[in-house]
Structures are given as structure tokens and as C-alpha cells.
């Protein structure tokens, strides 16, 4: 076979395919995002079922907030609503919003962030999206924040979380704890941004997702474009809370687990060829139909060749 994948996935192939899936998600799928504070008034969150867990940090979104702007953005890639200005992944599923970074204190310890993990879990987030994390050294964290990630495992929430816009071979917590999915970032034409991180753990546990130049919500109406990996995570959870909603059509019990297998075990190389530029490719390209054809017992040369 020819070595050059990206035949397989031509440009902007995750969108099309999301459009064409014309699923938009279960009602009983709940995906928690912690995250700034989102204004949940914004047109595009019109018919969204959003409930906002109380936390330490304000509730309340500013449409001059740096981190109300993080948060509204992250959530409607999610959970805009069909034919508005922003058209989320997963509208149809069920949105906990839980506000861990304020306007005024945009720094989290890793004590905040585990009690908004146990937060979401207690209120029955099947997924749960961190599109933030904290530089570390080796990926070694807190056992606060160990504990509330092992409670993940123990009730088969699936962690999203960003790996971090450094540009370097260096780990985020949370992203680089065990059974957490990782999420870097790509362009248009499937290759990582210089921004997005990489290392060891990540070639295990890590995808790369569209996040350059993506659309979201604004604070106070509007739209924007932004990039980072902070907005390719909401796009895969969006995609692995569809996932659990096929599960859900199948009769089979949703599998936060088994959804994270489909998308690492889918997932594309990149097409380069250099060593380095291949460990930032992580464990490869988010393939939206290469998971579903994997949940649905295909296999995957078949679905290369049919690609």
C-alpha cells in the first residue's frame, strides 16, 4: 500500500462525515465540560439541556472573560444547536457544566480540578472534557487528583483532556495520567500543529483532532475562531459521546472505555516519515468512520479500502 495516508482522509473528511452521520446524540449520554463559566444564553444553546453545577468558581459568564470566552467556545463545539451560528457535535446529549477556571484566576490547582472530576462523576458525566491541565515533569500528579482519576476508572468515565500548547516533548496532568484520552492538535490536512505537544505517554493515549481556526461561541452572542488544543478536545468528546450514543441505538450499555479503545485502535498515522514528526503524531489522526465501522464489528482494512 501506498505510504501516503492522507489519501485516505481527504481535507476536512471529520467534518463531512459528522455531517453526513446525521446523529446527534442520546438524551441520556451526559458529557460534563470543566471548564471558564459558559453563557449558556447564547443563541446557539437554544433547546440544549446544559444544567451548571455549582463550584468555587463564579457561575456567571463576562463577555470580556478570558476564561468565560475558554468555556462558552469548548462547550458549543459541543452542544450548539443544529441550524444555529455554531452547529455542536453531539446536540442531542446531555451537558454538565462545571465552572473550575474563574475570569479573575485563570491558574487551577490540581485540588480544584479533582473536586470538579468528582463533581461531574457524582452527577453521572459518562464523559467528562478538561481542555486545560498543568505542565509537570515526569506527568506525575497529586494524589488528589490521582484519586479523583481512578474514581473515573472505577466508574468507566471516559477523561478527555487536552495535551497542552507548549510546543514541546512534555506532559500535562491530566492528560498524561492513566486511562485519560489525550487530545493534540491538527491542521486541515492532518498534520500536528507546532504548538501541540507530544511524548512518550501521549504516543500511548493520545489522538490529534482538527484545532486550528475553529469555530465556537462568544460570550454575549457572536461567533470566533480559535486554535489550540484546547478546542480539539471538545471535538473528540463530542465524537465519543456519539459513539456512546450508537452504543445506546445498538441496545448495548454505553462503554466510555471501549469508546476510548475504538478511537486509539482507529486512529491514522500521520503521513511523514521523520521519526520526530511521527511521535507528534501521538497514537494518530482522530478517524471518525474508522471508529464507527470499528463499534460496529467491522474491520479496518476494510474500511481503508473503502475510504
Given at each position: ?19 453526513t452521520l446525521s446523529l446527534k446524540g442520546d438524551h441520556n449520554i ?6 471558564g463559566p459558559v453563557d449558556i444564553a447564547h443563541p446557539c444553546f ?122 514541546c516533548d512534555c506532559l500535562h496532568v491530566p492528560a498524561a495520567l ?130
Amino acid at each position: 500500500m501506498h505510504h501516503h495516508h492522507h489519501h485516505l482522509v481527504p481535507r476536512g473528511s471529520n467534518r463531512d462525515i459528522l455531517r453526513t452521520l446525521s446523529l446527534k446524540g442520546d438524551h441520556n449520554i451526559r458529557v460534563a465540560i470543566l471548564d471558564g463559566p459558559v453563557d449558556i444564553a447564547h443563541p446557539c444553546f437554544q433547546g440544549a439541556d446544559l444544567t451548571v453545577l455549582p463550584t468555587l468558581a463564579p457561575t456567571a459568564a463576562r463577555s470580556d472573560g478570558f476564561m468565560s470566552a475558554h468555556g462558552t467556545h469548548v462547550a458549543s463545539i459541543i452542544f450548539g444547536q443544529p441550524e444555529t451560528s455554531v452547529p455542536g457535535i453531539a446536540p442531542q446529549c446531555r451537558g454538565l457544566i462545571v465552572p473550575i477556571f474563574s475570569d479573575d484566576r485563570r491558574r487551577i490547582t490540581q485540588l480544584d480540578l479533582a473536586r470538579g472530576i468528582e463533581r461531574a462523576v457524582n452527577a453521572g458525566a459518562h464523559i467528562i472534557n478538561i481542555s486545560g491541565g498543568e505542565l509537570t515533569d515526569f506527568g506525575e500528579a497529586d494524589g488528589w487528583l490521582e484519586n479523583a482519576v481512578s474514581l473515573c476508572r472505577q466508574n468507566n468515565v471516559l477523561l478527555v483532556a487536552a495535551a497542552g500548547n507548549n510546543g514541546c516533548d512534555c506532559l500535562h496532568v491530566p492528560a498524561a495520567l492513566p486511562a485519560v484520552l489525550a487530545v493534540g492538535a491538527m491542521d486541515d490536512h492532518g498534520h500536528p500543529l507546532d504548538f501541540s505537544n507530544w511524548g512518550s505517554t501521549y504516543e500511548q493515549q493520545g489522538i490529534l483532532a482538527p484545532g486550528e481556526d475553529i469555530l465556537g461561541a462568544k460570550p454575549g452572542g457572536g461567533t470566533e475562531r480559535l486554535s489550540g488544543t484546547s478546542f480539539a478536545t471538545p471535538i473528540v468528546s463530542g465524537v465519543a459521546a456519539l459513539l456512546l450514543s450508537e452504543q445506546v441505538r445498538r441496545g448495548e450499555t454505553p462503554d466510555p472505555q471501549k469508546v476510548r479503545q475504538l478511537l486509539l485502535q482507529s486512529a491514522l498515522p500521520c503521513d511523514d516519515d521523520a521519526p520526530e514528526q511521527a511521535r507528534r503524531c501521538l497514537a494518530g489522526r482522530l478517524n471518525v468512520s474508522g471508529a464507527f465501522t470499528l463499534l460496529k464489528g467491522g474491520n479496518m482494512s476494510e474500511e481503508l479500502a473503502t475510504a
